[in-house]
């Protein structure tokens, strides 16, 4: 049985330790949802048929804070997706063991977390998106700061930052950004209070924001490129564009659990995951960009080489954001949200 966001705690807890079949169990804690981790747990299973891959699918933070809750008594053994900087937080807290995958010199030294503790696994960028049957592409909004224009006041849905890598890496940005230029976070958090005025609600979860953007409840948000790929493809109306003036590159990562309870399969996982076979399939069947600097770009799906050739890479002060992102986001829930202007 196959574990999803939306069953309750016992129940997930009894279906990813539950065995029947005599084959081996292990755990992956992912936010990359069911089709790329359904298409892993698939492979994977094909070239290990012992083993039997189960997953808890779930936000980025959440995957954090799970295994935080967990570290006395681990139930994970891979942790698999989330920005870098949320697994930089768990290394410094003991979360991760090393391992350095036999794919570890193809990723490149940056994407690499210290000690062999986590390593860049996929490539992917928060972009800005419209419903594109109520909003031409001309008059959608081409950069960050047209997010702020009067004309997408209360017109704009987001995904709680508590729970998403993906937006507290651009709320981190504009801070980084701020204080990198300015000496000073104050100009990125009057950014973030004329965002928090112009945004109608912030959405725990990903499908409900995709389903009422496609509802037309609300017209705009920033959202992660692989699932706005995903969205399209399914024939949803929701269109994006890249920031003309770059977009904060994510390498999203992989870990080993420390005290995994299956340790050497963990591993074993890993090594598959960044694999040629394995990350092309990724790319091919569940829109990731590889992280593996070694593959060459005619072996990669048209829609991989349009992000290779079209996305702008921006600036980011990285250590800022790892040394900051929490403090940050405790700040803003307490001080922007519901506040701004």
Known sequence: MKTT?????????FALTAC??????????SPHGGDLLAL???AFEAKHPDVDVRWLDMGSQDVYDRVRSEAANPQADVWFGGPQTIFARGAKEGLLAPFRPQWAEAIPVQSRGAQDLYFASY???????????????????????????PRWKGKILMRDPLASGTMRT???????????ETGSPERGWEWLRRLDGQTKEYLQQPALMIEKLNRQEGLVTIWELTDLLWQKKRGSPLDFRFPASGAPIIDDSVGLVKGAPHA???????????????????????????????????RLPEWAQGVLRDLKPAEVDWS????????WMTTWDRTVRGKGH
Not at 270 to 297: K, N
Not at 320 to 327: A, N, Y
Request: no cysteine; glycine share 4%; aromatic share 6%.
């Open 20 to 29: 029947g079949d005599g084959r081996k169990p292990l755990v992956i804690y």
């Open 170 to 180: 651009v709320f981190g940005m504009m801070l980084a950004r701020s204080i990198t």
């Open 5 to 13: 966001r939306t069953l309750p705690i016992l129940l997930t807890v």
């Open 123 to 149: 490539r992917t960028a928060p972009v800005l998106v419209y419903n594109a049957k109520a909003v031409p592409a001309e008059q959608a909004p081409k950069d960050w700061d047209d997010l702020l224009a």
């Open 264 to 298: 050497e399969l963990a591993k074993q996982l890993i090594d598959f995951v960044g694999s040629t076979e394995a990350q092309e399939l990724a790319a091919r069947e569940a829109f990731r960009l590889p992280a593996r600097t070694d593959l060459p770009a005619e």
């Open 320 to 327: 800022l954001i790892e040394q900051h992102g929490q403090e």
């Open 40 to 42: 892993m747990e698939k």
